[in-house]
Every structure is written in C-alpha cells, then in structure tokens.
C-alpha cells in the first residue's frame, strides 16, 4: 500500500535561513512524487513534482526537493526562508503501479518562518 | 485562465441532512478528485470522477457519492450527515490519466467549509 510520511508536524525557522521540511514515502513501483502548499482559508497550490530524471527538483517560489531513492526521502528545501513562507506544506504520492488511485498525502507540516 | 471553483463556500447543516458540494474545473481537465480535511486527519482521497465515471473511491461509506456533469463540473453528496462529517472538502482537477496522466499534478479549489451542528 502506498503512503507518505512527514514525520514532523512543525518547524520553526527564523528569515534568512534554510529551511527543510521532511517527507519519506511507500510504494510498490516507482514513485511520482508532489509537495503542495495551503495557505489559511485557502486550497492547495501546486510546488512541485518528481517523475523521473534529475534528483534535485525546482519548483515554484524558490522551493526545490531532493528525491533519494535509497531513502525513500524526497525533502522540500528552500536556501533562504521567508516570512511568507509560513504556511502548511503536504508531501504526495503517487504509485507509477496504481494508475487508478488518487495522490497520497502526508499528514502536513506547519512552516512557521519568524522575522 | 480561471482556476478550480467551488461552492459553497461555507455549508451549514444538521445532523441527518444531506449535503451537496459543487466543483468546476479548469477548463479542458476532465478529471475531478474530491479530498476531505478534517481537523488531525490530514488530506484523504474520497472520489475520483473522468470522462463522466467513478475511477475510484477512498475508504469513505456509500452515503459519499457523488457524479460528474457532461460539462465536466463535479457534485458530491453527503447523505445522513454526521458531527465527523465536518471538515473542509477541496475539489482539485487534472487532465485525464490517459498514457501521461498519472504525472499531472492536480490543481485545488478553495474548498467547502461543512459544519455538520
């Protein structure tokens, strides 16, 4: 079965310094992963995705993540944060297998940047 | 070009009502998933509608059903509400899985606030 895991529901990061927000996944197959984030009140927004290739992925507002097949990690990094940042992010999966299922979703972790 | 929608924004019922949620897509996305989240539970998958079909459901009972529109626009219905019932449901769109859909990333609406009292 497939499922994501991120295994802090918090991080605290001050302006200016990198940030990590951590995601470890399960699957049979070869995964496509996503991380998405959601503002208060608002829905989901689209960061980025890894389907093959390249193991540092970049993607939206300065967000990059490394997929590391041995791990079974595939971490959002950004090298600078930012108070706007502060917002909560979900880590997603998807079995290259199970082309009839849905995106599998973290529980979520709270970024909060402090200036 | 305009984003998912969905309405209402807010949903107030009672216990034992029903619930209907609507969602439109972006235009030329033909797959509609509908996710719950409720407070501590994270995201979970409910419906997957393409094409007019049911591709598949999350571990959800049958009183969560739901169909999508010629048009594509989706409804998800609610039946026997209960207090857990609460929780914010987003609506996210994708092109159809097709040879290369299972790489598109889906994109969410707003979400329908439900307050079951």
Not at chain 2, 1 to 20: C, D, F, M
Request: proline share 5%.
């Amino acid at each position: 079965a497939q499922s994501v895991a991120q295994p802090e529901d918090q991080v605290n990061v001050a302006e200016g310094n990198p940030l990590t927000v951590k995601c470890t996944y399960s699957v049979s197959g070869n995964p496509y992963l996503f991380w998405y984030v959601q503002y208060p009140n608002r829905g989901l927004q689209f960061l980025l995705k890894y389907i093959t290739g390249d193991n540092l992925v970049k993607g939206s507002y300065g967000f990059e993540a490394e997929f590391n097949k041995s791990q079974t990690s595939f971490h959002l990094k950004k090298p600078s944060a930012l108070v706007s940042d502060s917002a909560l992010y979900f880590c997603a999966v998807r079995d290259m297998y199970q082309a009839g299922t849905a995106l599998i979703f973290g529980k979520g972790t709270t970024l909060s940047v402090s200036s | 070009e305009a984003g998912v929608t969905q309405s209402p924004t807010h949903l107030i019922k009672t216990r034992g009502q029903q619930a209907t949620l609507r969602c439109s897509p972006i235009s030329g996305h033909t797959s509609v998933y509908w996710y719950q989240q409720a407070l501590g539970l994270g995201l979970q998958f409910l419906l997957w509608y393409d094409e007019g079909e049911e591709r598949n459901r999350g571990n959800f009972p049958p009183r969560f059903s739901g169909r999508q529109f010629p048009n594509y626009s989706s409804e998800l219905n609610v039946n026997a509400l209960e207090l857990e019932d609460s929780a914010l449901y987003l609506c996210a769109s994708s092109h159809g899985p097709g040879t290369s859909g299972i790489y598109n990333e889906q994109f969410f609406g707003p979400g329908t606030r439900l307050t079951v009292l």
